[in-house]
C-alpha cells in the first residue's frame, strides 16, 4: 500500500474515533441520545453518566476527542508531535471509556478499545520508529 494512502486512512482513524468521544460528553450533558444503557459505571451504582461524577467524567471524554483529532491533524500535516500526541490521547481515552464498559454501546465499546491498543502498540517503543517511517511518505 502507498504510504500516502495509508497516511491518509490512519488519518480518517484518528479523527474519525476522536469525533467519537463527543458521545460520552452529548449523554451526559444533553437530551440528545447516544446510545448508553440507563446503568451506573463498573465503579459505584450511585454513579451514572448523568450524575455530577458522570458529568465530570465525560471532560475526559472531551480532552480524548480534541487530543484525537489534533494528532489526526498533526499527522496529516507531517508535524513531529503527532505520535506522541496519538498515545496520550489513546491512554486518556481508555481512562474515559473503561469505567462505563457495558453501558456503552458494545460496538463503540470494541472500537474504541481496538483503535487505542492499535495506536498503544504502533506507537510505543518496539514499532514506533518503523510505523512513524511507514506513516511518513
Known sequence: MDSSLLRWLVVIVLVAHGLGHIMGVLEAWTSVPAGFADRPWLFSDAVTIESGLGR???????VAMIAFVA??????ANQPWWPTLAV???VISLAA?????????????????VV???VLAALLPGW??????????
Do not use: F, K
Open 56 to 62: 465530570a467524567w465525560s471532560a475526559l471524554w472531551l
Open 71 to 76: 494528532a489526526g491533524i498533526g499527522l496529516a
Open 88 to 90: 496520550v490521547a489513546a
Open 97 to 113: 471509556v473503561l469505567p462505563w464498559w457495558g453501558v456503552m454501546p458494545m460496538g463503540s465499546e470494541i472500537g474504541a478499545i
Open 116 to 118: 487505542n491498543v492499535v
Open 128 to 137: 514506533r520508529e518503523q510505523v512513524i517511517q511507514a506513516l511518513a511518505g
